[in-house]
């Protein structure tokens, strides 16, 4: 860890009067063993931290698109992994995504996530600060919890770097938990998941009488292959309320008692755009591109589905069902479905609830499904809209190819 | 606080929560039983319906009905019954609310009622000074509630529901389980009744009364904005049993444990509303559901069948009991702290746990993988105690809250629903408490 | 007394002679004829609110039941080697198109997508569309045993909220829910609200304008059970005898959850959207998910009255206390099988007789005719059985089946 860079934030503020004063003293800072130059890239693997692994976030604000033709504005989380520490600023800035980048590890990593506050450059009255709570990870210390009451909260201008050890496979997610009502509702949140060690087992290992083969993945080390599955899509189950967006966005106080969504979404987008396969267009704001993740599900016949749900909504339970696909729920909460004593609890259904903070890993498996498009979708059929417009809401499309 | 003694010699004293000083000194103790706060010892209960006025976490004052016992005030959430299998219990109620009440106690099946008039779900208690006459025999352990069975869209969110616990036969309070088989022993146990109300109806019905709520929408499209654990609204959950400010919200809801202990949570939907409960720290074990272990039959020496969550769907009219554990276990580096000042010792028993600080041994000695930023790039969280490591506190620039004198490590727990996480427009508040890991030895009070 | 299993089968075999429309010689086919047609509901409070519904008719449409949702209810002779192929005859009479889906049974889906403003495709019903004024075939290939919800496909969330819902009940066995469920008695809880608004802007042709632009804007004020408001002096569901499994079907039709909890007693959850759980546990209460159905096994210790609410509150009508999601099983001994209110439905279609409660079947005693419902549907197995008369019996046994919530033991269990 002694070849840690700590860069000052050398920022040539640009002659843009949304951007907030910097902050002389503060700076950015990325820890990650290995890397040579502050911009979250190993390197020189750390022979101390062979399984290390970097993220750098930046945190702020930034534009999303909702699928009828609106646009709100959000807070939200960049990747800035490899950018120039003296750039991170400038990268970060009006850029947060939404959903917020994926983060995908491997059962056995380290993860050093910097978390950088590029300020809301909208709010330049808002000096909030931001954390990463890693939601659901096991044994928590607090001060790499994110919870700013029990923690710290990185502020505009500096760096905070979270350590994980990451030893429990499964679905997870993160968000920022600083006014969590507000900073969540209005989009702080992303999908994050753990890949087994089982992945890695040698070309014909014995599971119980299932033979693993390289390049296998399942969901848990399930012991017995029944977590497999050969491609994966995370749904991550959202909804905005376009009033609140629009308060924080105009300076007013955040109306929490009024709260109620009007833009269900998947993936931080609404049908039909949830089914777009590509990034969608620029804010027409900022010019930036901000939602990357498609929920177009696409997958061979024959082939095992998982999809990794996680419900990252403030403000309602949504039921999420398929048109006709069995969904067999192998886990629960980054948990495979099994008691204490091994009994496996897998069930079959065609529908899930969920609340906020909730996970769920289902497998179709499309054996024998006849070819063609399927949906999954709210069966809180109200939700089908993007507010005032039907045929939209949270739902997507599985393409059975 | 909760009335919770711990089996560990106390040491550290002082617990400071949510802004609440109190200072105790507790002689080494034995171990006592770990309880809820409630009404125990009894099987027969003299309650009477009437109104009162809470307070609200961001300090409004609604009109709710709730129960008093005896001739005491009405309390919300009504008494917690702390009942022992096998008890027959009869609780009789007299009514001082303006319209009949009842009560209904799901999960029960031996329940009948005498007295008053027949209603929709059971008999009931005429307005005004009507009476009504409950039994049942609590045959079963575990964890239950009763709420009223007249009107309860209207009734419950004004305030009449309540937990119901049944201790097992056999138990022990020095070795307490919550429902006899060994998977249920804990040393902690604490309440989650998790409930709601619309200030609007709240509202109405003070000022023009219940039949007014006809002419508007509030029963069909509830728009409840204060949530609530164990009656209170966050910060005053973590405030202790009984404090003189919340005179008819007399039940806590701040859970403190060691690395190590088995803190039971009993789990309770006693509103209208679903809340995702997530607890900050860990998984939880989910092993019982309205009363009932979750196993493969009744001749299952454990609940075979329980899972493990970190966020629960609390369902409205169920129970669910979890145990939740918390070690440090794999964290990379050693939560005790490393180089001077920080020495300890850890010996591993057959899991890598060391015996008496519940360390998880390898790692032991490996230092904190980062730098944490300094003071002046940090806000400070009012539950931080300035170290990372357990029961280690270091000095704070001024103006830091400073509640965790003990070094603890705080999490928060939560309704997952953020919306359920404010009283009204101020955020925070909620359904919302921390748990305090504290250090082995640490005293929990 | 009950029918014996030889009178049973004989029943079905009589229904069958109606059917007309058959799969091959080697799959057994279930036909079911539903007419998609508005009619305007009478609900307890005085309001009149237009709806949608399904009636079920003969094979050619010449003579429907009564028009109601929820619509018929579809039982499936159970009891024929799989796979049975289930086909739903969609007669269109609505102004708009509409169909035939089943959210929880396989088969692949046309869906009927159009291109918005933006140049995006959309879906607008998520199978094959029937014109307004035409006729549909959706046809499920293999049919899973269970109980599960049938709606309109087509703009599902204006159009299940009209009224296009329904359920249908395939039985593994006779008397057996699932393998190894079996059961004695039965009750069907069919879960719907209603936003009479809504009602009134797509009857006016405002919905989708500034004075209802979408869904957006629901409010149900109606809570339904079995397609009716709880009223007070209902009688309850006679759900059979002290010490009978009693399988509850549950079925949410409405967009909103409930949690229906009973009092008195525990509830072993069997199945969940027609699939068996293997570890039904125990429970007094259960989640409801919007669209979601489960089965539920009740066996009550001692004769009384046991309530089953919705603890999530939708207990109101019109916004006034004591209606809505409430609803009674009635336990006791030498129980008579009660009859649950009718659903919503309108005026009988013009020229369709009115359907007698009386006996189905020459020579059984069931007093209202309740076991009728276990042979509706045109079953045939391959070609031998088309043709043949029963046409009448059908047509009564369809008007009764759409008045049935609750059904009586199964005779073939005693005689
Ligand atoms: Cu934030
Ligand atoms: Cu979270």
């Known amino acids: 860890m002694n070849r840690m860079l700590r860069t000052a934030a050398l920022m040539l503020v640009p002659a843009l009067a949304l951007l907030p004063s910097a902050s002389a003293s503060a700076s950015v800072f990325v820890q990650c063993p290995g890397d040579t130059d502050g911009d979250a890239i190993i390197d020189h693997p750390d022979p101390d931290h062979p399984h290390a692994k970097c993220m750098h976030l930046a945190a702020g604000d930034g534009y999303a698109w909702m699928a009828d033709g609106s646009e709100l504005y959000v807070f939200g989380f960049h990747d800035v992994t490899g950018v120039p520490p003296e750039h991170v600023m400038m990268a970060g800035m009006l850029a947060g995504q939404v959903p917020a980048p994926t983060i995908t590890l491997d059962e056995g990593d380290e993860l050093y996530l910097t978390v950088t506050n590029v300020g809301m450059v909208v709010r330049s009255d808002l000096n909030d600060p931001h954390t990463v709570h890693f939601h659901g990870f096991p044994n928590a210390a607090s001060v790499f919890d994110g919870v700013p009451d029990a923690s710290l909260a990185v502020n505009m201008m500096s760096s905070y770097t979270y350590y994980y050890h990451v030893v429990v496979p499964g679905t997870f997610m993160y968000h920022c938990h600083v006014e969590a009502t507000e900073h969540m509702q209005m989009g702080m949140l992303g999908n994050l998941y753990v890949r087994p060690r089982q992945n890695r087992l040698p070309d014909g290992t014995d599971l119980n009488g299932f033979t693993h083969h390289t390049g296998n993945k399942y969901v848990f080390n399930d012991g017995d292959g029944s977590t497999r599955y050969d491609v994966e899509f995370p749904i991550q189950l959202g909804s905005f309320d376009a009033y609140f967006h629009v308060m924080d966005e105009t300076f007013q106080p955040p109306p929490f008692a009024a709260l109620h969504d009007d833009y269900a979404l998947i993936n931080g987008r609404g049908y039909p755009d949830t089914v777009n396969p590509n990034p969608l267009p620029p804010s027409a704001t900022t010019g930036r591109v901000s939602q990357q993740t498609s929920s177009l599900i696409t997958v061979d016949q024959g082939q095992r589905l998982l999809l990794r749900i996680s419900n990252l909504n403030v403000t309602r339970f949504y039921t999420v069902r398929t048109s006709g696909l069995p969904l067999l729920v192998v886990g629960i909460d980054a948990k495979p479905l099994r008691g204490p004593t091994g009994v496996t609890e897998y069930y079959t259904t065609h529908s899930l609830t969920t609340g906020g903070g909730q996970a769920i890993d289902a497998i179709i498996d499309t054996t024998g499904v006849p070819k063609g498009t399927y949906f999954l979708y709210t069966s809180n059929l109200n939700y089908l809209s993007n507010s005032q417009e039907d045929f939209g809401g949270m739902m997507t499309e599985i393409i059975v190819q | 606080m909760n009335e919770q003694i711990t089996r560990l010699p106390a040491v550290v004293i002082a617990v400071v929560a949510a802004g609440l000083l109190s200072v105790t000194l507790v002689a080494d103790v034995p171990a006592a039983e770990a309880r809820i706060n409630g009404l125990s010892g009894a099987t027969t209960f003299n309650f009477t319906a009437k109104a009162d006025h809470l307070s609200t976490g961001e300090g409004s004052v609604l009109l709710f009905w709730g129960i008093a016992n005896g001739n005491g005030r009405a309390q919300y959430t009504a008494p917690t019954l702390i009942l022992n299998q096998g008890d027959s219990v009869t609780i009789a109620l007299t009514n001082e609310l303006p319209v009949a009440t009842s009560l209904v106690f799901p999960g029960q099946t031996h329940v009948s009622a005498s007295g008053g008039t027949a209603g929709l779900l059971t008999r009931e208690a005429a307005a005004n000074g009507g009476t009504v006459t409950y039994t049942f025999l609590a045959d079963h352990p575990g964890t239950y509630l009763y709420h009223s069975g007249t009107n309860p869209e209207i009734q419950v969110d004004m305030g009449l529901v309540g937990a119901i616990i049944v201790r097992p036969t056999g138990f022990d309070p020095l070795n307490p389980t919550a429902y006899g088989p060994p998977d249920t022993a804990y040393d902690n146990e604490v309440l989650y009744l998790m409930t709601e109300m619309d200030p609007r109806l709240h509202a109405l019905v003070e000022s023009q009364g219940v039949a007014a709520l006809e002419s508007t929408d509030y029963l069909s499209n509830p728009e409840p904005n204060y949530w609530f654990l164990n009656g209170r609204n966050a910060p005053d959950t973590m405030a202790g049993d009984g404090v003189a400010y919340l005179p008819v919200q007399p039940y806590s809801c701040m859970p403190m444990m060691h690395p190590g202990d088995k803190l039971l949570m009993r789990n309770i939907g006693g509103g209208k509303d679903l809340h995702p409960f997530h607890t900050h720290g860990n998984h939880f074990r989910l092993f019982a559901k309205d009363g009932r272990l979750l196993r493969t039959s009744d001749a299952a020496p454990i609940s075979d069948l329980a899972t493990y969550e970190y966020t629960h769907k609390a369902i409205p009219g169920e129970t669910f009991d979890f145990i939740f554990e918390w070690t440090g276990e794999q964290l990379g580096w050693d939560i005790y702290g490393t180089g001077p000042g920080f020495h300890h010792t850890c010996t591993p028993d057959a899991s890598g746990f060391d015996l008496v600080t519940k360390e998880y041994c390898p790692d032991h000695g490996k230092p904190i993988p980062v730098q944490l930023p300094p003071d002046f790039e940090v806000a400070i969280g009012s539950h931080w105690g300035g170290s990372p490591y357990l029961g280690h506190t270091a000095q704070m620039p001024p103006g830091a809250a400073g509640l965790n004198p003990m070094g603890g490590f705080t999490y928060m727990w939560h309704s997952h629903q953020e919306r359920d996480m404010v009283n009204n427009d101020v955020f925070p508040g909620g359904m919302m408490t921390m748990l305090m890991v504290v250090a082995p030895g640490t005293h929990i009070h | ?415």
Request: aromatic letters at 8%; one cysteine or more.
């Open chain 3, 1 to 415: 007394m009950r029918y014996p299993i030889t009178l049973r089968v004989a029943g079905s075999l009589l229904l069958a002679g109606s059917a007309l429309a058959l799969t091959t010689s080697a799959a057994h086919a279930a036909d079911f004829y539903l007419v998609a047609r508005g009619f305007d509901a009478t609900l307890p409070d005085g309001a009149v609110v237009p709806m949608w519904g399904f009636a079920e008719c003969d094979a050619t449409f010449t003579s429907c039941g009564p028009t109601t949702s929820p619509g018929p209810t579809l039982r499936v002779p159970p009891g024929e080697p799989s796979p049975v192929v289930l086909n739903l005859h969609v007669r269109n009479e609505l102004a708009v198109p509409t169909s035939a889906y089943i959210p929880d049974q396989l088969a692949a889906l046309s869906p009927v997508k159009f291109t918005d403003a933006m140049g995006r495709a959309r879906v607008r019903s998520l199978t094959a569309e029937t014109p307004a004024g035409g006729d549909g075939l959706y046809t499920w290939p293999d049919l899973r045993p269970g109980t599960y919800l049938y709606h309109s496909g087509t703009h599902p969330q204006v159009q299940v909220q009209m009224g296009l819902l329904g359920v249908l009940v395939y039985d593994a066995a006779p008397g057996v829910a699932y393998p190894g469920v079996p059961y004695d008695a039965e009750a069907l809880l069919v879960y719907s609200e209603i936003d009479p608004a809504l009602h009134a802007a797509v009857a006016d042709g405002t919905y989708g304008t500034p004075a209802y632009p979408s869904t957006f804007d629901y409010k149900p004020t109606y809570f339904l059970v079995n397609g009716a408001p709880y009223t007070p002096g209902t009688p309850p569901l006679s759900v059979g005898e002290p010490g009978d499994r009693v399988l509850l079907r549950l079925v949410n039709a409405a967009l909103g959850h409930r949690a229906p909890q009973l009092l008195g007693g525990y509830l072993s959850l069997v199945a969940e959207e027609g699939h068996p759980l293997a570890f039904p546990g125990e429970r007094y209460g259960t989640f409801l998910g919007a669209g979601t159905t489960q089965d539920a096994i009740f066996v009550a210790g001692a004769e009384g009255v046991y309530p089953i609410y919705d603890r999530m509150g939708s207990l109101t009508t019109n916004n006034v206390s004591g209606g809505g999601s409430y609803a009674f099983l009635s336990v006791a001994h030498n129980a008579l099988v009660n009859v649950t209110p009718a659903p919503l439905s309108g005026s009988p279609a013009a020229g369709r007789p009115s359907a007698p409660q009386q006996d189905l079947t020459p020579g059984t005693p069931d007093p209202a005719g309740l076991d009728a419902p276990a042979d509706r549907g045109a079953f045939g197995c391959g070609a031998a059985e088309t043709g043949g008369a029963g046409g009448l019996a059908l047509m009564i046994a369809l008007a009764l089946g759409a008045l049935v919530g609750v059904r009586r033991r199964g005779g073939w269990r005693r005689s």
